[in-house]
C-alpha cells in the first residue's frame, strides 16, 4: 500500500468540489496547469488519522466523452494517474443530472465515493434522499454532506478509507444499451479482449462504448497500436449506427445516454427521492410516469395493454393463418391427385407439406407478437411492464420481463410457445432469461386447449368452466415454482434486481417497427426451419414404418373385397328389380358402413405396427402407473410432433378414424364409455399433457435461443419427467381414494 493516499474529486460543474477542496486541504494547496493545456490544476494535501492524503480537485465536467479539454483532462487523470478513490461530488438538489457523470464513472470502474453534496439545499427545497438506498442501487458508498460548513465529512473520510483498502475490487457496473447496441458490444468484446487493444488502461466494455460514440482519443490510440483491428471494429459500429439510423433515427451516441438517463431514473424510481412539494417542473415522461406506474391505475393499465397486444396477436393473425392453412390444403390436395398412392406421396403430404405448413403457420403469430412487442419495446412502455412485475417475478427468480413471454405463450389461455420462447429476448440476464424460456412451455397454449376441452368435457362436464380456469392458474403456478427450482438449482446465480431502465417515452417510427419485426420473423423461418423439416418427416417416418406385415396387409385386402363382392352382387339385385328397396338401403349401409369400419381398423393396426406404436406400446409396462394404456402413449408420442395431433392420433388409436379437434363427440362418447378411462384417468392424463415435453418446434426454438441443444433436450426431459411423476401422483391418489370408478 502506497503511504500517501491519492484521492481525486470530480463533479459537474457548481457541484461544490472547490468548496469542499478548500476546507479538506486549507492552506496546504497549489495551483498549476495540466500539461499542455490551459486547463487549471489543483492539488493539496491533508492528513487524517495520521495518514497523509494527497487530493486533486479535477476540472467540472458533466460527462467523460471525448468532447471537451476539460472532460478528456478528468478522464486522463482518472485513468492514468489512478487514484486511489474518485470522490464524485453530487449535487443533491440536482441528483438526476449529477449521477449521469457518476454512472460513466461506475462504467469505468473507478474505484469510487460519492458524496452527496449541498444536502441543505435539497432538503430547502422539500427533497428527501435515501442515501443508503443509492449507495445499496448504485454499488458505492454515498456520504451525504454539507460542503460549505463541514457537515458528514468525517463520514465521507472513513467511506474513502475503506473504498481505498479494497481497491482492487472494483467492477465496473453492466449497463444495457438496448438489443442492436448490446448486440454489437457482445460482438466487438472478445476482439479486444483477445487482442488486448488497450485493455490495460480500460474495461474492455468501455473500449467497445467509446468505438460506438466515436470517441476521437481512443480510436486514435487504438488506431497507432493496431490499425486493422480497430478498421475492424469500426465496421462493426458502422452496420450497428446505420441500423439504428433506418430504424430509429438516432445515433449511439444518443441511444446510449437515454438508456444511461434511463438507469438513473429506474434507480430514483426505487424510493430514493422524496419530493415534498411536486412542482410542475416534471417532464412529459415523468407525467406519463406518474399515471403508468400509479401503484394502482399501472397495474390495470398494464393488465389492459397485455391483453390488448394477446388480443392483437392471436385474433388478427387468424386470418393469415387460415389463409396459409388453405394453401397448404390445397397443395396436399393436388399433389394427392397427381402423384400414385405410395410411400413418396404419403411422405410428401404428411412430412413436407404438413412439416412446411407447421413451420409457416407460425409465421402470422410470430410477425404480429413482434410488431406488438416492437411498438411496447421501442415506445418504452415494456421497460415499464418489467418495472411494475418485477417484485413479483424477482421472487421467483425471474424479471419484470419476463411476463411477456408468458402471456404470449398462453397464460390467459390458448397462446403459442414458440413465439414465447422468442419474446425471452426482451430479457436481459441470462440465467432468468434462460429459467423464463425453459418455462413458458408449462403454458396452456392453443393447441392444447383442445385437449383439455375434450377431456374436461367428457369427464368434469358439470364444472367445465372452473376446470378450465383451475388449468390456467395451474399452469402459472407450475411455471413459476419450476422457475424458482431451476434458479435454486441448474441455473444459480444473482439476479439482476436493479440495472433496469425507464428510457423516456418515444413514437415508434412504422419503418423501425416494420424492420424489427421483419427482421425476427426472417431469422425463424431461416433458422427453425430447416431444421423443423427435418423432423416433420423423421416424426412422419415413425408414424408411418415400417408399416404392416404381408399377411395382415392381406387379410384387409380381402376383408374388403369380400364386402365389394358383396355390394356388387346387390346392386345387380337392384337393377335387376329396378327398384330400390328399403331392406336393400339399410343392407347397403351397413355393407359401406362395415368397409369404413375395415379401413379404420387397418388404420389402428398399421399405426399399432408403426415405430411411434411400438415405443407407445413399449412405454405401458411405465406409463401404467400413471393409468395410461398403449393407444394414450401413442397419442402423446404424435403429441410431440404438435399437441393438436393427440385428438387425431387418438381417434386413429381408438380406431374412429379422422377426428375433428373441433367436433370431438365420437371420441368423447368412446372415452367415455371405455372401462381403462375414467376421472381419475383424465385428470392424470390432463395434467400430463399440460406440462409434459414441448412440441418439437418450440424445442428447436428452445435449442436456437439458448444457443445449445442441451437445455432443448434438457427441457423435453425436464418437463416429461416431472409430468410424469404428477401424472402418477394423481393416478395413483385417486385411485388410493376409490376415485377410479
Ligand atoms: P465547483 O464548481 O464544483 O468547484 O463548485 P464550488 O465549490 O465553486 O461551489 C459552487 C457554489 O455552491 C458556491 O457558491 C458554494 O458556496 C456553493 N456550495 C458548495 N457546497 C455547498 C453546500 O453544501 N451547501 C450550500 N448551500 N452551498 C454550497
Ligand atoms: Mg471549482
Redesign the pocket.
Known amino acids: 500500500m502506497r503511504s500517501t493516499l491519492s484521492i481525486a474529486?470530480a463533479?459537474?460543474?457548481?457541484?461544490?468540489?472547490?468548496?469542499?477542496?478548500?476546507r479538506l486541504t486549507g492552506a496546504r494547496q497549489h495551483v498549476g496547469n495540466y500539461p499542455g493545456v490551459t486547463v487549471e490544476k489543483k492539488e493539496g494535501f491533508l492528513t487524517h488519522n495520521g495518514r497523509e492524503i494527497k487530493v486533486t480537485?479535477l476540472p467540472?465536467t458533466y460527462s467523460l466523452t471525448a468532447y471537451s479539454v476539460e472532460e478528456l483532462v478528468a478522464r486522463d487523470f482518472i485513468v492514468n494517474q489512478r487514484p486511489d478513490v474518485v470522490v464524485d461530488?453530487v449535487d443533491a438538489s440536482n441528483l438526476e443530472r449529477n449521477l449521469y457523470l457518476s454512472c460513466q464513472f461506475l462504467e469505468l470502474g473507478a474505484p469510487m465515493v460519492i458524496a452527496l453534496?449541498?444536502?441543505?439545499?435539497a432538503e430547502n427545497r422539500g427533497i428527501e434522499i435515501d442515501a443508503d438506498r443509492l449507495a445499496r442501487l448504485l454499488g458505492v458508498p454515498v456520504v451525504p454532506?454539507?460542503?460549505?460548513?463541514g457537515?458528514g465529512i468525517d463520514k465521507l473520510f472513513d467511506a474513502i478509507l475503506e473504498t481505498a483498502a479494497i481497491n482492487n475490487a472494483v467492477h465496473p457496473i453492466l449497463l444495457r444499451y438496448g438489443s442492436d447496441l448490446d448486440q454489437t458490444i457482445t460482438a466487438l468484446l472478445p476482439l479486444i479482449e483477445k487482442n488486448k487493444l488497450l485493455t490495460d488502461d480500460y474495461p474492455a466494455r468501455w473500449i467497445a462504448l467509446k468505438f460506438l460514440e466515436h470517441d476521437e482519443q481512443i480510436l486514435e490510440k487504438a488506431k497507432q497500436l493496431n490499425p486493422e483491428l480497430t478498421e475492424e471494429l469500426l465496421q462493426n459500429c458502422e452496420t450497428v449506427t446505420t441500423h439504428l439510423q433506418q430504424t430509429m433515427e438516432v445515433y449511439p451516441e444518443a441511444v446510449i445516454a437515454d438508456h444511461r438517463y434511463g438507469y438513473i431514473k429506474s434507480v430514483l424510481h426505487q424510493g430514493v427521492i422524496r419530493e415534498k412539494f411536486v412542482g410542475d417542473r416534471l417532464y412529459t415522461s415523468d407525467k406519463i410516469d406518474k399515471i403508468v406506474t400509479h401503484r394502482i391505475l399501472g397495474p390495470l393499465i398494464m393488465a389492459a395493454i397485455l391483453f390488448g397486444l394477446y388480443t392483437f396477436t392471436f385474433n388478427y393473425s387468424t386470418t393469415l393463418v387460415d389463409l396459409l392453412a388453405s394453401l397448404f390444403t390445397l397443395a396436399s390436395n393436388s399433389i394427392d391427385s397427381l402423384l400414385p398412392d405410395g410411400p413418396l406421396k404419403s411422405m410428401i403430404i404428411s412430412g413436407v407439406i404438413d412439416g412446411m405448413g407447421g413451420v409457416l403457420g407460425f409465421v402470422p403469430i410470430i410477425m404480429f407478437m413482434f410488431f406488438g412487442i416492437a411498438v411496447l419495446e421501442d415506445s418504452g412502455y415494456l421497460a415499464r411492464v418489467a418495472f411494475m412485475m418485477d417484485r413479483i417475478f424477482h421472487f421467483f427468480g425471474l424479471h419484470g420481463s419476463s411476463v411477456m413471454p408468458f402471456i404470449v405463450s398462453g397464460g390467459i389461455a390458448g397462446g403459442c410457445a414458440v413465439p414465447g420462447v422468442m419474446a425471452t429476448r426482451t430479457l436481459r440476464s441470462p440465467k432468468e432469461r434462460m429459467a423464463t424460456l425453459l418455462t413458458v412451455p408449462f403454458m396452456n397454449c392453443g393447441a392444447k386447449l383442445p385437449v383439455l376441452t375434450l377431456l374436461i368435457g367428457a369427464f368434469f362436464s358439470a364444472h367445465q368452466a372452473r376446470y378450465m380456469f383451475l388449468a390456467t392458474l395451474a399452469a402459472w403456478l407450475v411455471a413459476l415454482i419450476a422457475a424458482k427450482f431451476l434458479r435454486m438449482t441448474v441455473l444459480r446465480g444473482e439476479s439482476t434486481p436493479f440495472v433496469m431502465e425507464l428510457p423516456p417515452y418515444r413514437f415508434p417510427t412504422l419503418r423501425g417497427l416494420v424492420i424489427h419485426t421483419w427482421e425476427r420473423t426472417w431469422q425463424y423461418i431461416k433458422k427453425a426451419g430447416t431444421v423443423i423439416l427435418g423432423i416433420s418427416i423423421l416424426l412422419w417416418a415413425m408414424m408411418t414404418y415400417p408399416g404392416l406385415p404381408q399377411d395382415k396387409a392381406d387379410t384387409f385386402k380381402r376383408q374388403r373385397q369380400e364386402i365389394r363382392i358383396q355390394l356388387q352382387g346387390e346392386q345387380k339385385i337392384n337393377t335387376v328389380e329396378d327398384k330400390t328397396t328399403d331392406i336393400g338401403q339399410v343392407l347397403h349401409g351397413n355393407l359401406e358402413a362395415a368397409l369404413v369400419e375395415i379401413s379404420q381398423q387397418e388404420a389402428q393396426a398399421h399405426l399399432r405396427n408403426s415405430f411411434a406404436g411400438r415405443i407407445g406400446i413399449a412405454l405401458e409396462s411405465i406409463s401404467r402407473f400413471a393409468g395410461f394404456d398403449w393407444r394414450t402413449n401413442i397419442a402423446l408420442v404424435g403429441g410431440f410432433a404438435a399437441k393438436e395431433v393427440i385428438i387425431s392420433t387418438l381417434g386413429t388409436a381408438y380406431s374412429l378414424g379422422d377426428v375433428d379437434p373441433d367436433n370431438t363427440s365420437t371420441l368423447k362418447d368412446r372415452l367415455t364409455a371405455d372401462p381403462r378411462w375414467n376421472p381419475v384417468v383424465a385428470l392424470s392424463f390432463l395434467a400430463f399433457i399440460m406440462f409434459y415435453a414441448p412440441c418439437f418446434v418450440t424445442i428447436v426454438c428452445i435449442a436456437r435461443e439458448a444457443g445449445s441443444w442441451k437445455w432443448a433436450f434438457f427441457s423435453m426431459a425436464f418437463n416429461t419427467g416431472f409430468a410424469f411423476i404428477l401424472a402418477v401422483c394423481i393416478y395413483q391418489i385417486g385411485i388410493f381414494l376409490g376415485l377410479g370408478g
Open positions: 474529486l463533479g459537474n460543474p457548481n457541484a461544490g468540489k472547490t468548496t469542499l477542496f478548500n480537485d467540472g461530488i453534496n449541498m444536502v441543505d439545499v454532506i454539507v460542503a460549505r460548513s457537515k
